[in-house]
Structures are given as C-alpha cells and as structure tokens.
Antibody
Framework: EVQLLESGGGLVQPGGSLRLSCAAS????????MGWVRQAPGKGLEWVSR????????HYAESVKGRFTLSRDNSKNMLYLQMNSLRAEDTAVYYC???????????????WGQGALVTVSS | DIQMTQSPSTLSASVGDRVTITCRAS??????LAWYQQKPGKAPKLLIYKASVLEDAVPSRFSGGGSGTEFTLTISSLQPDDFATYYC?????????FGQGTKVDI
C-alpha cells in the first residue's frame, strides 16, 4: 500500500523558514517523480514544485521560485521541501504527492499524503 | 504558464442528475489532462487521466472527454458520495497547473 506521510508543518513568522518532509513507502520511490501541491484555507489547489526520479531535476511555480527548494533522498525514501522567506500568502496545507511519471516526462498525481499545515503569521 | 479555467464554479444538483463540468486550457494541451475529486478535509483523489482514462476503482459513472483546449468531466447519475469539489490539472509543460475548482452541492 502506497503511503505518504508529511511532517514539519507549523507556525512560523513572516520571513522565517520551515522544512517539510515526506516519508514514502509502498512503492519504488526512486522510480517516480514526486511533487508538492498546496491549498490555502478555503481555496483551490496550487501546484508548488516537482522533482524527477533519479537526476533530481526540479521545477517550481513562479509564486515560490527562488524561495523554496525541493530535494529527495532516494536511499531513505524521503522528499523534502525547504521553504525560506515565508510570506502570509504561503499559509496553506501542503500535500506531498506521487507523480505517475518518470524521468523527464510529465504526469499527474496518483497518491497523496494527508497534508501538513503551514501557518505564516506574526 | 498554461492557465486552466473551470466552469461553473459551483453547481447545484440532485441525486440522479447528469452533471458536466468544463475545463478550458489557455493553449492546446493535447489530452494531457487529469481530473481529481476532493472532499472537505481530505486529500484529492485521482479520477481520470489522459483526458478520458478512468483510474482503477473509480466508478464508471464518471467519464472524461475532450482534447486541445476544451475538456469535460461528466457524472452520468449523481450519487450522494459525489458531492465534492472537482479540479482539472494539465501536465503538458514543466509547470503543472490546476483549475480553480468546481463545487458540486445539493
């Protein structure tokens, strides 16, 4: 059974930093691209970032580019989202998601974690 | 970036109704489109990919169609479990984008 478990959410002041982690199990983690999607309170889904399976190539939404860094450790089946220079508008539930695509292809998310709440407020 | 626009934003329907949600892309995305269902407080669930391919275990009352810039999600006979918010997502570029969502309520 595929499981994705996010951790690291919480309250942070504007300008601060936070690192989200996602522990993956139930599939060959190193064989799939992965991503993060967020959802602000009462709002829709917003794609944040994605990372390829083996070469770790990353892509970011314009709203987080230059502030967020996505990485993965295939030896530990872990995905990480380092979030710096946080703003109030980054307040959201952040979902870790497994992409069905591999390598340089594009895809969709077939499994999602339960989400981690990040609140940016003073 | 490719923009995705869904209509309507809210749809009121009754059990047994046939409902259709539309998703339009700002440029052609061939059939690189997925649909998700989300219930309050829960993670999204994949329903359809490649515009019309039903994900495993998704009821056959759900169907998807379209190509290029216009796509539809149809529920042939709305069931109580289907009242939720639905999102489209394009995956034809490095940067994925979601539609703003369509809430289906009673």
């Amino acid at each position: 059974e595929v499981q994705l478990l996010e951790s690291g959410g919480g309250l942070v002041q504007p300008g601060g930093s936070l690192r989200l982690s996602c522990a993956a199990s139930g599939f060959i983690f190193s064989s799939y691209n992965m991503g993060w999607v967020r959802q602000a309170p009462g709002k829709g889904l917003e794609w944040v970032s994605r990372i390829s399976d083996t070469d770790g190539r990353t892509h970011y939404a314009e709203s987080v580019k230059g502030r967020f860094t996505l990485s993965r450790d295939n030896s530990k089946n872990m995905l990480y989202l380092q979030m710096n220079s946080l703003r109030a508008e980054d307040t959201a539930v952040y979902y870790c998601a497994k992409d069905r695509s591999r390598g340089n292809s594009y895809g969709f998310f077939d499994y999602w974690g339960q989400g981690a709440l990040v609140t940016v407020s003073s | 970036d490719i923009q995705m626009t869904q209509s309507p934003s809210t749809l009121s329907a009754s059990v047994g109704d046939r409902v259709t949600i539309t998703c339009r892309a700002s440029q052609s995305i061939s059939t690189w489109l997925a649909w998700y269902q989300q219930k309050p407080g829960k993670a999204p669930k994949l329903l359809i990919y490649k515009a019309s391919v039903l994900e495993d275990a998704v009821p056959s009352r759900f169907s998807g169609g379209g190509s290029g810039t216009e796509f539809t999600l149809t529920i042939s006979s709305l069931q109580p479990d289907d009242f939720a918010t639905y999102y489209c997502q394009q995956y034809d570029s490095d940067l994925y984008t979601f539609g703003q969502g369509t809430k289906v309520d009673i």
